[in-house]
């Protein structure tokens, strides 16, 4: 199960990694960078009330749908 959750967290940023560069395109890189930031703390705040492995692996994919996203533009910024 451990892999599984894991797993998720790849999942969700390969979900959305080009749609939020898209978006980032049309409304600027900041505005997406605070949108991100603030849905990936809103989505890891219910991780502390999980009680099955099924939960926290949702929770995960929603968590990395925005963190992955904002670890990439970090990883272009500092080039």
Do not use: H, Y
């Not at 890189?29 to 009330?49: K, R, S």
């Not at 009680?51 to 910024?77: D, H, M, P, R, S």
């Amino acid at each position: 199960m451990a892999g599984i959750v894991m797993a998720c967290s790849a999942f969700g940023s390969m979900l959305m990694a080009a749609r939020l560069g898209a978006l980032a395109d049309r409304i600027g890189g900041w505005n997406v960078i605070v949108g991100c930031l603030v849905a990936t703390g809103i989505v890891m705040i219910p991780q502390a009330f999980v009680t099955e492995w099924w939960q926290l692996a949702a929770l995960l994919i929603g968590c990395a749908v925005f963190n992955g996203w904002v670890k990439q533009k970090q990883e272009a910024a500092a080039d």
